[in-house]
């Protein structure tokens, strides 16, 4: 099984800076799209960023300016480096990504998130 393990989380004054990782490990042959999600208590999971495995990137609209997706093929590793943090940033952040396992089968791994708070 390919898994996924988040780390960097913790809790931050309002204007801080955070830097998640996220570590893909298991029989991989290829990483495809690699994103972060974030979900908070009582709210629906929402797509944050996505980066494909050519270095293309998206943002959702709340994080953009403030957030960077990168990743580190070499390591099978996806960051995020999330500045300028808001308390509405608080959430279990989530690591998700797609590509090509063991026997040639495809696969969509999910992390079991980092939480990150952000105090006022």
């Known amino acids: 099984q390919v898994q996924l393990v988040e780390s960097g989380g913790g809790l931050v004054q309002s204007g801080g800076s955070l830097r998640l990782s996220c570590a893909a490990s298991?029989?991989?042959?290829?990483?495809?799209?690699m994103a972060w999600y974030r979900q908070a208590p009582g709210k629906e999971r929402e797509l944050v960023a996505t980066i494909t495995n050519g270095g293309n990137t998206n943002y959702a609209d709340s994080v953009k300016g403030r957030f960077t997706i990168s990743r580190d093929n070499a390591k099978n590793t996806v960051y995020l480096q999330m500045n300028s943090l808001k308390p509405e940033d608080t959430a279990l952040y989530y690591c998700?990504?797609?590509?090509?396992?063991?026997?040639?089968?495809?696969?969509?791994?999910w992390g079991q998130g980092t939480q990150v708070t952000v105090s006022s």
């Open positions: 298991g029989i991989i042959f290829r990483l495809d799209v």
């Open positions: 998700n990504a797609g590509g090509r396992g063991s026997y040639w089968r495809n696969f969509d791994a």
